[in-house]
């Protein structure tokens, strides 16, 4: 099912949001307030992406991806952010967000982002239907989508399992930003490469012992990150 929830309070802009998704073959809900959204999600199971206005009276767009995060890793969470929000965009990310798309944006830019988002929260691809990747203490199952860490579950996002499916399949190789990127976000990906590095950065909360020292992902300065098996 290809449904996407639309959570913004301006109504020409919801509705151009709307329109947009509706012609690329999407079924869209709509909501014009955060508490509106949380009952909708709640309501129908089967949204798998879900774009959030950060900006809004009453429960705001982080609030919403907080609580969605907690309670649904796989799907699709897209921020909505004004230009000179720099800080929004880092935020969202933080707080689970996969993506972002900063206003004004063109309906193809946001169409691909949507795309994206559903091919990855649409369950396992076909060559990783079984087997599993393991880098002490770490295991990677491939059929579940699952990481574990001395046997104990790390809840992932779907962009978080990507990470770690290509770190752990390229021990000790420097990738770059732009090679993480290609991999994870698709080649057809309109963003910047800092959206690496904030879900990187929220990859290690998870995953290191010291985020702020980390020595499973580290970084190669000026080029990219690599994970020491």
Known sequence: MRKVLVLEDEANIRGFIVINLRRAGYEVVEAESGEEALEKLKAQKDIRVALLDVMLPGIDGFEVCRRLRANDANIGIIMLTARSQEMD??????????????????PAELTARVDALMRRSGGAEPEEKSGELTSPPFTLNLRNRTLEKNGQRVKLTQVEYGLMKLFMENP??????????????????????????????????????????????????????????
């Open 172 to 229: 000790g190789k420097a990738l770059s930003r732009e090679e993480i990127l290609d991999t994870v976000w698709g080649h057809d990906y309109f963003g910047e490469l800092k959206i690496v590095d904030v879900n990187i950065r929220r990859l290690r909360l998870k995953i290191e012992d010291n985020a702020t020292n980390p020595t499973y992902i580290t970084t190669v300065w000026g080029y990219g990150y690599k994970w020491e098996a």
């Open 89 to 106: 965009k880092v935020t969202g990310l933080m707080t689970g967000a996969d993506d972002y798309v900063t206003k004004p944006f063109s």
